[in-house]
């Protein structure tokens, strides 16, 4: 019976929604009461959810980063903007791969990853920019796919998936062409004998 057995209708306590707007106001409060009293310092709890909040602001407006510096987006951030007639470009070693980001005025953004001898190159659009992909250099794209967005590498994968399966249709487009002329022949010939 559901009435005895124990379980509990769901409700949500409204005092403990707004629990951030609560530690805030009680930090506030509690600064400006040492402030008025001459003590130093804020009085915090330094693991209070005010206190992290505002280590968090300070790191943030001192200028450091602490997140990755081999994205293309934050490549292609640090890099100076390009002018007409002179394109910005820089070569980066990403996993024993040679990665060449340019930026240009008129073209927009290239990234070059990788390539091989025997270069058999694609294209695809980004959000970073055009991304050039040698296929018979695959297993670089692979050591460089998490410098993108999960967006982008789904664009460049299922490019290379439609590439693929429309040079396996080309192939086999071509193999059955030969197989009716070679058919063509074997009956030419039978007709002459």
């Keep these: 019976m559901i009435g005895n057995s124990g379980c509990r209708v769901f409700n949500p306590l409204r005092q403990n929604m707004d629990y951030a707007a609560q530690e805030l106001k009680k930090y506030s409060d509690t600064a400006a009461m040492r402030s008025k009293m001459g003590l130093e310092g804020d009085g915090a709890n330094p693991d209070s959810f005010a206190a992290k909040l505002k280590q968090a602001d300070e790191y943030r407006a001192s200028g450091e980063s602490c997140a990755a510096t081999d994205s293309i987006g934050i490549i292609l951030r640090q890099m100076g903007e390009a002018k007409r007639g002179e394109p910005v470009r820089k070569e980066v070693i990403h996993d ?3 990665v060449v980001v340019e930026k240009d005025y008129l073209r927009g953004n290239s990234i070059t990853i990788g390539g091989s001898n025997n270069p058999n190159w694609i294209h695809v659009d980004t959000s970073v920019g055009t991304v050039h992909i040698d296929l018979n250099d695959i297993e670089s794209l692979m050591k460089c796919l998490d410098m993108f967005s999960p967006e982008d ?13 429309t040079k396996d249709a080309l192939n086999e487009i071509d193999n059955m062409r030969n197989t009716l002329v070679e058919s063509e022949k074997e009956k030419e010939d ?3 004998d």
């Design 96 to 98: 024993g791969v040679l």
């Design 153 to 165: 590498i789904n664009l460049i994968l299922r490019k290379i998936t439609e590439v693929r399966q």
């Design 190 to 192: 039978e007709e002459k």
